[in-house]
């Protein structure tokens, strides 16, 4: 009867190593196919949803440890749910990246009539802070300080139209457009403020 429980237990061991072994293949490639899945969708991720890539990469590496530690009934119970990570990771970077491109695409589409539009306004202002610099009596509702902010406010806005159609012309028109509206808000006030009519 001993000789048997002892023949049980040397089995029941071996079966308990057979079975380690058959599941370390298992885990290994588990983990090589989350890492390859994850590899994909990086750059994406790290510029579209870089939050969600860190959750994803700190289950991969808890993935990987339980791996090193020979635990691979971990690996292989939790494989299932980094995969599913991984996925939910892709669609949510490309849903990021499809409304960063039709952005683009909208302003691209804008810029042709602002870049048409805030030159104008510029000159104008330039040619009414000239005439007013000349003239000897200011019009009705403008004021000494209001001549005096358009005149130094010129420079600024010049530059700040150049930084926009530096952008444009590099391609990212989402941050052109976004110093233009600034440009053409700060140039409407401008024009207020000098009596003119900003269109």
Known sequence: MKKLSHWLLAALAAALVMSCANQKAPAEQAVAVAEAALAAVRDSAQKYAPDQLQAVEDQLKGLKDSLAKGDYKAVLTGAPTVN???NSLKDAAEAKKADADAAAARAKDAWGP????VPMM???IAKRVDSLSKSHRLPK???KQGL???KSGLD???SQWTEATSAATSGDYTTAMA???GVKT???EMMRSLGMSSG
């Open 186 to 188: 700060k140039a409407a």
């Open 179 to 181: 110093k233009a509206e």
């Open 156 to 158: 600024s806005l010049k």
């Open 122 to 124: 510029i000159e104008a």
């Open 114 to 117: 602002v870049s048409a539009d």
């Open 84 to 86: 599913s990570a991984i």
């Open 141 to 143: 509702g403008v004021t």
């Open 148 to 150: 005096a902010a358009a």
